[in-house]
T-cell receptor
């Protein structure tokens, strides 16, 4: 079973920031948090990962709490193309149900 | 560079037939993963290999499923005999150990 939990669905208005939470309370000290997304029925695509510091790349930002038990993926200006299922996962690469993000016009 | 390559992309087969799904990982990647995705069960990890050796096959549903990795550039997932409940999208993924994984486009299997 996946070691992460995420809300099943979220909506976001186009152009606004989308904040997707993930709980990973059993994370061990050296485990990274990885985020992927799956658009329609394509293979999941890597977004970002981090250990304990906040991370940013061209796609998103990742905020990890100080106790590392949860994290938030931030899409700063969501577009319709960001509609997808978003997964957070740890080292074991087991995926939970993810969060279905719907970006609305 | 070529990504993870899976074949066939689509297969329709009759119940009881043998199904073989194939995967070519990204060159230089030493870990390979097989996943199954259905609406009911989501994205399930079936098995993964490190350096061609199966490390964790706890996700393999039953003895009808088997996976092999004879060399670093090829893996197969076999279902024998197939059943309608095996209908799913099967993804292969690979990575350099400890790094991000890259998924193939999937093999869509329908068992009638």
């Amino acid at each position: 079973d996946a070691k992460t939990t995420q809300p099943p669905s979220m909506d976001c208005a186009e152009g606004r920031a989308a904040n997707l939470p993930c709980n990973h309370s059993t994370i061990s000290g050296n485990e990274y948090v990885y985020w992927y997304r799956q658009i329609h029925s394509q293979g999941p695509q890597y977004i970002i990962h981090g250990l304990k510091n906040n991370e940013t790349n061209e796609m998103a930002s990742l905020i990890i709490t100080e106790d590392r038990k949860s994290s938030t993926l931030i899409l700063p200006h969501a577009t319709l193309r960001d509609t997808a299922v978003y997964y957070c996962t740890l080292r074991d690469m087991r995926f939970g149900a993810g969060t279905r993000l719907t970006v609305k016009p | 560079d070529a990504g993870v390559i899976q074949s066939p992309r689509h297969e329709v087969t009759e119940m009881g037939q043998e199904v073989t799904l194939r995967c070519k990982p990204i060159s230089g990647h030493n870990s390979l993963f097989w996943y199954r995705q259905t609406m009911m069960r989501g994205l399930e990890l079936l098995i993964y290999f490190n350096n061609n050796v199966p490390i964790d096959d706890s996700g393999m549903p039953e003895d009808r499923f088997s996976a092999k990795m004879p060399n670093a550039s090829f893996s197969t997932l076999k279902i024998q005999p197939s059943e309608p409940r095996d209908s799913a999208v099967y993804f292969c993924a690979s990575r350099v150990a400890g790094n991000t994984i890259y998924f193939g486009e999937g093999s869509w299997l329908t068992v009638v």
